[in-house]
């Protein structure tokens, strides 16, 4: 188990208990982390002590926000290809419509900077499609 120690707002960790009780004869003291959430905080030694903040949220472009949501790839024409069939047939597909309203306006984003609050996808892509070739089907 990693021990940290401090000395004169230096930090030291060490795992061998021999290193440990020697700096300790030295005045070097145990220094343990505060608790904190891995998940979301980090926790870094500075200026002598521990400071615990907050993880920031990673930026995505939209695309790479697309792909995220399982829309990446040819996904997205696939769909394309799903819509002009359900229009030939003078269907619609709820899930369809939604993602497609998704779709363009994260394409009217993409010459956006990287952000960390882009919108969900208001369905997976395998639920879409389900939907869409069912309606197709029936």
Known sequence: MKIYLTLDKQLRPETDPAIIANLERKGWVPAPQPDFD???????WGDGEWVVSSIPARAFTAEEWTAA???????????????????A???SSPKLVAVQGWLDAMIASGLSPAA??????PHSFEETLTETLATLNS
Not at 38 to 44: L, S, Y
Not at 116 to 121: D, E, K, R, V, Y
């Open 38 to 44: 891995p998940a979301a905080q980090q926790c870094e």
């Open 89 to 91: 047939a003078a269907k």
């Open 69 to 87: 949501q399982g829309y990446g790839g040819n996904r997205s024409t696939t769909l394309l290809y799903q819509k002009l069939r359900l229009d």
């Open 116 to 121: 960390s609050n882009w919108p969900a996808a």
